[in-house]
C-alpha cells in the first residue's frame, strides 16, 4: 500500500482569503434568499420580491425604440471608425466620440450649469471600477477615506479590498434629516488622527445613496472648505444625477466650483456611471472626471485593467450623441421615476409607515424604528429577518449601510413592473395590519 | 524622536537646518559630537545624536532625489481645459513615498500646498518614458499610410494581427444586428443591459471554453464552471498576483518577457518580479536551473517566491515549451510549493511545425497539483480583438477561482460584447477556418519577413508562434550595452522610421535583441519595411 505523505498545500494570498468582499453580511444574504425564491408574476407568486436592488428598468422600452431605430450603432457599416478600428482599439484614452458624448450627456443632466472637458474623462468598466481605481490613486495603504453614513454597503469592499486604504464613518443622523455637518465632519477627521490614519480624502454620494435624496449647496460649500481647509481631496460620486426627479433640485459639485472660478478644483473629482441613469449596468461603463491633470494622466494609465469594449463606446457614443434621445430620455425617465416615487411613498403611508424626504434616486428611506423592541442593531436585523422571511421582501437594513440610528431600511422600487410594486405595498400593508392588532 | 515639522517650500533655509550649513549651525552640531567621540556624554548622547543625525541624513537624500525626480518631470505638459483648471501638470512637492515608507517618516502637513497623490502615481510617470511608450506615442503622431503618409513610422511594436481581420469582419457583417437585437429571446436589451454574474455569462464561459478546446486542437477539454472572464489579459494577470502574492512577495519571470507585467503584476499589488534570464546560446529556452538559482538566491535575500510567470507561446521570443518542460517545470514548482500561471494568450497564433502543448494537458494529475496551475487566456491575439476586452482565467484551484470570481467586478467584460461573441464562437465552423487560415497567413508573413531580414545579415531566432521576429543586431550596435541597443532604437526610430521593441524594454540580459512585430504587415509592406532597416544597418556596419 502506498504511503500517502501529505503535501503542503499551496498557498493563497491574504487579499484572496480576506472578507472584505462582505458577502456574509446581511446586504447580500437577502440577495441570496431572492435567487432561492425569486418573486415571478406568474409563476411564483408567493416568492420574494427583489427590493434591494438599486437597478433601473423604467425606461427600457426608451432604449428598444433607438435601438431598433438606429441599426449603425449595432453594427460597423463603413462609417468611421469602421470594424477594424474599432475591434482593434485598446486606446486607453477611450473613443473620443465618446467621451464627447458623455461629457454632453452630463452636461444635460446638470441643465448645462456645468461644463465637462471629454479630455478630463477618463473611462472605466463601471463605477466600481471607477472608485476603486480613484482610491489607490489618491490614497496608500491604511490610509482613510472619511465617508457620510448611511453609504452604500459596496463601498467597504470597493474602496477597501485590495488598496488597504480604511474607511472613516462622518456620522450623520435624522435629527436634520442626515444632512452633513462641519461638526461631522470634523470629529470624524479627528478620530481618524486619534487611530494614527491619514485622512486623504472625503468620499460624498450625491444624490445619495441610500437616502435618495440630494445634497443641498450650502453643504456642498462646506464639504469643500472642509477638503481645502485639511488638503485632502473631494470625491463626489454622482451616478444618481440624472435620476432626480426634478432637473433643478441636483446641485453638482462642478457648479461649486464653477462659481468659484476652479479654484481648488484640483482636488475634486466626479464619478459618473451609465448603470442607475441609463439602466445599463451590465454593459460597464463608469467614468472619472478629474479636475487634476496628474491625477487624470494616472487614472488613464490605470484605466488599462478595466477597459470599456470598444463595441460598447461605439454603440452608446451614438446614441448619446443623438441629442433627441438622450433630451427625451433624461426627462421621461426623470417624470417615470418621480410617478414611482409618489407611488411608493403613499402606499407607505396608506401602512402608517413614514419616509425620508426624497427627490431623487431608484429607492427611498424608509423608517421602522418605531417598530423595533429596542433601539439596538439586533432589534433591527430581527425586523429585517421577519421582513425577508414572512412578509417576502427583500429590503436593506440601515445597519448594512452603516447608518448610526438603528431601525431605518432601504427600500428600491425602480427594478419591477409596478403591478410587481403593488403587490408589494400590498404585502407591507397587511403585515403592518397584523402587527396593530397583535 | 524629534518631530520637525517642514514647511512645503522648497527654501534654501530647510536645505540649510538639514545640512548644517553656516558656520553658527555647523559648531553647534560638531561640538557636542566631538564630546561624544572623547567619551563624554555618555552612551545615550553617544547614540542618540548619530542615530539622530543618520535620520535626518536618510530623510534629506529622500527629498533631494525626489526633487529631481520633480523636476523632470514638471516639463510634462497639462492638458488643454476648457473648464480653467487650477493645476497644470504641476506635481505635488510632497516627496513621492514608496507604499513602505509612507508611514514610516513625518509627513510634512500645510494647509498651503497642493494636494498630495499616492505613491503609485510616481511609479508609472517615471515608466512613460521607456522606449516602448516613447515609441508608441511617435507612432500615433506620425502614422504610416501607404497613400496619405508614406514616409511616416511604420508601427512593428505593438503585438497586433490583422492578417485575418477581414475574416472576422465578414462574419460581423452577416451576423451582428440580429445578434444584439433579437428581441422576444433571450438577447433582447433587457436581458444584457441588466445586472450580469461579473465573472461573465455561463453562455459565453461556455462558448469561451469551446473556443479555447479549438485552439488546442481539442487536445483539452476545458470545464466552463472553472473559466473566470475579465475585461482582457491585463486584468487576469493583475487579478492572480492579488491572489496568489502578498506585499513584498515575489514571482520568477524568465527573460526576455512581456513588457507589460511591470504593470500588471507589480504597481498596484505591491509584489516584486524576479527575472530569470534565458539565454541566446539556448536559444533562451527555459533553464530549470536558472529557476532554481533564482529561487535560492531570491530566498537569501529574504524574498519569498509564490510562483512562476510563463508565457507560451512565448513573448518576444516565439519559443514553445516541450511536454518535458512542462513536467520539469511543475516538479520544481511542486518541489518549492508554489504557483505556476500560464500565459497562453497566443496559443492559437502559432505557426510553426512544432506542436502546441497547453499546460492544461498536463493538469489532469493528483489533486495538489492541480491546485497549482492557473492558465490565462483571452481573444485580443488569436481572434484580433483586443478592443472588446475579453481575457480568461483558469483554474482548478476552487479558493482561486472563489477570490478571482469576486475580483471580477472590477473588470467585467461588457454584455452587448459576451452576447455577440457567444454567437461568433458558437459558430464552430467560422471557428476552424479562422484558425487554419490565420495560421497559414501567419506562417507566410513570417517567412517572409525572417528571410527579408536574413537578407540584410540580421537573424532571428526561430519562432513557432506569435507575431514576432526576435532578432538579433548586436552586431550593429557601437557599443555592447544598453545605451548601444538604446542608440541604435533611436535609429530606427527616427531615421529608418519603424518602431520596433529595443530588447532592454522585454529585460532581455544580452543587448542588441530586437522584437518586429510581423502581424500588421501585408506583404507588399515587407519590402518597404526592409529597405528601411537597410538605411540604418548600412550605416552602422559602416562605423
Not at chain 1, 481647509?229 to 457648479?255: M, P, Q, R, W
Not at chain 1, 438603528?406 to 403591478?419: L, T
Not at chain 2, 542588441?512 to 529597405?531: M, Q
Request: proline share 4%; charged share 20%.
Amino acid at each position: 500500500m502506498a504511503i500517502e505523505i501529505e503535501q503542503p498545500r499551496v498557498g493563497l494570498s491574504k487579499v484572496a482569503v480576506s472578507k472584505t468582499h462582505g458577502e456574509d453580511s446581511p446586504y447580500f444574504a437577502g440577495w441570496k434568499a431572492y435567487d432561492e425564491n425569486p418573486y415571478h408574476e406568474t409563476s411564483n407568486q408567493s416568492g420574494v420580491i427583489q427590493m434591494g436592488l438599486a437597478e433601473n428598468q423604467v425606461s427600457f422600452d426608451l432604449l428598444e425604440k433607438y435601438l431598433e431605430e438606429h441599426s449603425e450603432a449595432s453594427s460597423w457599416g463603413k462609417g468611421t471608425p469602421g470594424f477594424r478600428e474599432n475591434a482593434l482599439f485598446q486606446d486607453y484614452h477611450g473613443l473620443k466620440s465618446f467621451r464627447q458624448a458623455m461629457a454632453s450627456f452630463m452636461e444635460q443632466i446638470r441643465g448645462g450649469r456645468a461644463k465637462f472637458d471629454p479630455d478630463r474623462i477618463v473611462l472605466t468598466a463601471g463605477a466600481t471600477a471607477a472608485n476603486e481605481l480613484l482610491t489607490f490613486i489618491l490614497a496608500d495603504p491604511g490610509d482613510a477615506l472619511l465617508i457620510p453614513t448611511p453609504y452604500y454597503p459596496g463601498f467597504d469592499r470597493d474602496l477597501r479590498w485590495r488598496t488597504g486604504v480604511n474607511i472613516v464613518p462622518i456620522h450623520c443622523d435624522s435629527s436634520n434629516n442626515f444632512q452633513i455637518t462641519p461638526e461631522a465632519m470634523e470629529a470624524a477627521y479627528q478620530s481618524a488622527e486619534s487611530m494614527n490614519l491619514k485622512v486623504r480624502g472625503i468620499l460624498i454620494t450625491n444624490p445619495s445613496n441610500p437616502l435618495g435624496a440630494t445634497i443641498q449647496r450650502s453643504a456642498l460649500e462646506q464639504i469643500l472648505d472642509f477638503a481645502v481647509n485639511k488638503n485632502i481631496h473631494l470625491v463626489s460620486d454622482e451616478i444618481y444625477s440624472g435620476s432626480t426627479f426634478s432637473s433643478s433640485e441636483f446641485i453638482s459639485i462642478a457648479e461649486i466650483l464653477e462659481t468659484r472660478g476652479y479654484k481648488d478644483a484640483e482636488r475634486v473629482h466626479i464619478v459618473y456611471s451609465l448603470s442607475k441613469d441609463l439602466g445599463l449596468p451590465g454593459f460597464r461603463v463608469g467614468t472619472i472626471y478629474s479636475y487634476n491633470d496628474q491625477v487624470v494622466t494616472t487614472a488613464r494609465r490605470m484605466s488599462s485593467f478595466t477597459l470599456i469594449s470598444s463595441q460598447t463606446q461605439h454603440l452608446l457614443a451614438c446614441m448619446l450623441s443623438n441629442k433627441e434621445f438622450s433630451e427625451n430620455y433624461i426627462k421621461t425617465n426623470r417624470e417615470r421615476l418621480s410617478k414611482r416615487y409618489d407611488m411608493i411613498i403613499k402606499g407607505l403611508k396608506k401602512a402608517g409607515i413614514e419616509c425620508l424626504k426624497g427627490n431623487a434616486g431608484l429607492f427611498c428611506w424608509m423608517n421602522l424604528s418605531p417598530l423595533l423592541e429596542k433601539p439596538t442593531r439586533e432589534s433591527e436585523l430581527a425586523l429585517w429577518k421577519v421582513i425577508l422571511n414572512e412578509v417576502k421582501l427583500n429590503i436593506s437594513p440601515g445597519s448594512s449601510c452603516h447608518c448610526s440610528e438603528p431601525g431605518w431600511f432601504r427600500v428600491c422600487f425602480a427594478n419591477m413592473s409596478e403591478q410587481t410594486l403593488e403587490i408589494a405595498l400590498e404585502r407591507i400593508h397587511k403585515f403592518m395590519e397584523q402587527r396593530k392588532r397583535n | 524622536m524629534t518631530q520637525t515639522r517642514y514647511s512645503r517650500s522648497r527654501s534654501s533655509d530647510t536645505e540649510k537646518e538639514n545640512t548644517g550649513g553656516g558656520g553658527g549651525a555647523a559648531m553647534r552640531v560638531i561640538v557636542p559630537l566631538q564630546g561624544v567621540v572623547q567619551g563624554r556624554g555618555g552612551l545615550v548622547l553617544g547614540s542618540i545624536i548619530p542615530c539622530a543625525l543618520f535620520y535626518f541624513l536618510q530623510f534629506y537624500l529622500k527629498r533631494h532625489r525626489n526633487d529631481l525626480d520633480d523636476q523632470n518631470n514638471s516639463n510634462s505638459p497639462g492638458l488643454n481645459s476648457t473648464t480653467g483648471s487650477a493645476s497644470s501638470g504641476k506635481l505635488a512637492e510632497l516627496p513621492a513615498l514608496t507604499r513602505n515608507l509612507s508611514r514610516g517618516l513625518p509627513s510634512p502637513r500645510s494647509p498651503r500646498g497642493p494636494v498630495s497623490v499616492s505613491g503609485r502615481v510616481s511609479g508609472i510617470v517615471k515608466g512613460a518614458d521607456s522606449p516602448y511608450y516613447v515609441g508608441l506615442r511617435r507612432v500615433k503622431e506620425d502614422p504610416y499610410d501607404v497613400l496619405s503618409n508614406p514616409n511616416g513610422i511604420i508601427q512593428l511594436g505593438l503585438a497586433e494581427n490583422m492578417l485575418s481581420l477581414d475574416l472576422v469582419k465578414h462574419w460581423l457583417a452577416e451576423n451582428a444586428e440580429q445578434v444584439i437585437l433579437r428581441n422576444g429571446k433571450e438577447l433582447s436589451i433587457s436581458r444584457i443591459a441588466t445586472y450580469q454574474p461579473f465573472d461573465g455569462l455561463v453562455e459565453f464561459k461556455v462558448a469561451v471554453a469551446g473556443f479555447m478546446s479549438q485552439v488546442t486542437a481539442k487536445a483539452v477539454s476545458f470545464d466552463p464552471s472553472q473559466v473566470v472572464l475579465t475585461a482582457g489579459a491585463t486584468p487576469a494577470i493583475e487579478i492572480l498576483s492579488f491572489c496568489l502574492a502578498d506585499v513584498g512577495n515575489a514571482f520568477l519571470v524568465p527573460t526576455p518577457c512581456y513588457p507589460g507585467y511591470d504593470r500588471d503584476v507589480k504597481w498596484r499589488t505591491g509584489v516584486e518580479i524576479i527575472h530569470v534570464p534565458c539565454r541566446s546560446a539556448d536559444n533562451f529556452n527555459l533553464s530549470i536551473a536558472a529557476l532554481d538559482q533564482a529561487f535560492n538566491q531570491a530566498k537569501k535575500r529574504g524574498l519569498k517566491v509564490r510562483g512562476i510567470i510563463i508565457s507560451n507561446p512565448s513573448n518576444p521570443v516565439g519559443n514553445l515549451l516541450s511536454l518535458d518542460t512542462l513536467y520539469s517545470l511543475l516538479d520544481f514548482a511542486r518541489e518549492k510549493n508554489i504557483h505556476i500561471v500560464s500565459n497562453e494568450i497566443l496559443a492559437g497564433s502559432t505557426h510553426g511545425n512544432e506542436e502546441f502543448v497547453s499546460i492544461a494537458e498536463i493538469m489532469d494529475l493528483d489533486d495538489v497539483d492541480r491546485k497549482r496551475v492557473h492558465l490565462v487566456y483571452g481573444l485580443s491575439k488569436d481572434l484580433s480583438l483586443p478592443g472588446f476586452r475579453v481575457g480568461v482565467i483558469y483554474s482548478h484551484n476552487e479558493e482561486v477561482l472563489a477570490a478571482a470570481k469576486k475580483l471580477t467586478r472590477f473588470s467585467t467584460i461588457s454584455s452587448p460584447t459576451q452576447c455577440l461573441l457567444i454567437s461568433m464562437l458558437s459558430d464552430a465552423k467560422f471557428v476552424q477556418t479562422f484558425i487554419t487560415i490565420n495560421r497559414e497567413r501567419l506562417q507566410r508573413t513570417y517567412a517572409l519577413f525572417v528571410a527579408g531580414l536574413k537578407k540584410l545579415g540580421i537573424k532571428c531566432i526561430k519562432s513557432s508562434g506569435g507575431f514576432y521576429c526576435w532578432a538579433d543586431m548586436s552586431g550593429l550596435i557601437r557599443s555592447y550595452s544598453e545605451k548601444g541597443e538604446l542608440e541604435l532604437w533611436d535609429k530606427l526610430l527616427n531615421i529608418a522610421k519603424v518602431n520596433v521593441t529595443p530588447g532592454s524594454c522585454c529585460h532581455c540580459i544580452e543587448p542588441g535583441w530586437f522584437r518586429f512585430c510581423f502581424a500588421t504587415l501585408t506583404e507588399k509592406d515587407i519590402p518597404i519595411v526592409t529597405d528601411r532597416i537597410q538605411k540604418v544597418s548600412e550605416t552602422c556596419k559602416l562605423n
